[in-house]
């Protein structure tokens, strides 16, 4: 198993920058890819960013240039820079973590960024 606990979520201005957190605990050493996810009201969970165990990052088309992911091994610890914030950014972001057991996420935490 693998527990997820994101934080870092709030209120800001567009233009504005945030800093996502998500710190993993449990068979941590399994994950193969950590990854962010949003889901706005009546939209669909989108994946956002997602930095594999070698370190490569992918990211959403929409957030490119604006958004890093990057990860802290030694503390399992993943984080979501976010910068030139938009209001269409605003959403719940949920951590997301993969091994060959199965698929985790942690309980989400809102970004609204307003216009």
């Known amino acids: 198993q693998v527990q997820l606990v994101e934080s870092g979520g709030g209120l800001v201005q567009a233009g504005g920058s945030l800093r996502l957190s998500c710190a993993a605990s449990g068979n941590t050493f399994s994950i193969n890819r950590f990854g962010w996810y949003r889901q706005a009201p009546g939209k669909q969970r989108e994946l956002v960013a997602a930095?594999?165990?070698?370190?490569?990052?992918n990211y959403a088309d929409s957030v490119k240039g604006r958004f890093t992911i990057s990860r802290d091994g030694a503390k399992y610890t993943v984080y979501l820079q976010m910068s030139s914030l938009k209001p269409e950014d605003t959403a719940v972001y949920y951590c997301?973590?993969?091994?060959?057991?199965?698929?985790?996420w942690g309980q989400g935490t809102q970004v609204t960024v307003s216009s």
């Open positions: 997301n973590a993969l091994n060959a057991l199965g698929v985790y």
């Open positions: 930095i594999r165990r070698d370190g490569t990052p």
